[in-house]
């Protein structure tokens, strides 16, 4: 039986959060002094999560995305990632990552049966590296990307956050690269999650954006499939492109009609959508198959139509405040 929630929605994708720490702090992400952090003692061990996976995968699960916080700040986490790629259904096992450390690790991980990364780039500027990422080095980033590319964790896709003022002039540069390597970028639009309102209020910028700069400069989107799979992106080639273009609207065009992902938080509480404060820990079904998999059903069973953002486009009667941070939560 497909693993459907209460709208019909059948899901096969979990994103699990090995950490809430991370070597950045983004200004989107997080709050300039981190936010507390979740001891070692309250995360889930790398057992427990396999025993979450080993679950889900039985019911339909197939693909799996390690994410954080930044996941290669948690030690060992290679060992993870060889438990979750040898278990039986998992078709698909990628990460998000801030590629620091991927210099380090990408030969051991795809070793490991990791098939691919997502990399976060907001600039092309060092100095603007550095202003958005509180104290990041491109440099870092990009010896990140090359190491990825080396390791076949294709498809290499960027993540991009569209900032207004901050990064909405290198729209083109970020196309260049695209011309240049085979790199997938995907742009994303800015979300107001954690306690960083002023900050959204002021850089959201919607992604018609993109499609107006590229059109503008000679170089229209044409759509196509998505490389590596189905996903919220609306992905696009350019001229000349070897790489291509994803839009992932999550404010002006949602996609909740089409979610098929469940979240694990580090402390262990599965989240069936990233805006809703609703959230089930899974640690009291620890120890049996049963009853991890009735827990899974049972938040998918209570799964929203819709997110808050997406109900109210305003956000007004969010309380962001009260929202786990993107970091907390997994991206
Ligand atoms: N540390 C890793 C990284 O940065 O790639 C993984 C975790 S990070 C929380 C995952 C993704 O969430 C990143 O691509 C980041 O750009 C995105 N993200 C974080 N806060 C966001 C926000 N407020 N709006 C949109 N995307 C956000
Ligand atoms: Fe860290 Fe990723 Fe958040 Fe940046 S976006 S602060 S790298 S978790």
Known sequence: MPLNDGQGRKHDYLRISVTDRCNLRCVYCMVEDGIEQTSHEAILSYEEIHQVVRAGAEL??????????????????????????????????????????????????????????????????????????????????????????????????????????????????????????????????????????????????????????????????????????????????IPGGQGTVGLIHPISKHFCSSCNRLRLTAEGTLKACLYWQDEKSVRPALGSKKALQDLIREVLGSKPVEHLMAADKECDSVQRDKMRGMSQTGG
């Open 60 to 237: 339909g699960l197939s693909k799996i995305r390690v994410t954080g916080g930044e996941p290669l700040v948690r030690k060992n986490l290679v060992e993870l990632i060889q438990l979750i790629s040898g278990t039986p259904g998992i078709e698909d096992l990628s990460m998000t990552t801030n590629a620091h450390l991927l210099p380090r690790y990408a030969a051991a991980l795809k070793e490991a049966g990791l098939n691919r990364v997502n990399i976060s780039l907001d600039t092309l500027n060092p100095v603007k590296y550095r202003q958005v990422t509180r104290c990041g080095e491109l440099k870092q980033a990009f010896e990140g990307i090359e190491a990825a590319l080396e390791n076949n964790l294709h498809p290499v896709k960027l993540n991009t956050v569209l900032m207004k003022g901050i990064n909405d002039d290198e729209v083109l540069d970020f196309l260049d690269l695209v011309r240049e390597k085979p790199l997938h970028i995907r742009f994303i639009e800015y979300m107001p999650i954690g306690s960083h309102d002023q900050n959204y209020d002021d850089h959201y910028l919607p992604l018609n954006f993109i499609e107006k700069t590229a059109a503008g400069a000679g170089l229209p989107l044409s759509p196509v499939p998505l490389p590596g799979g189905a996903g919220p992106a609306e992905s696009y080639t």
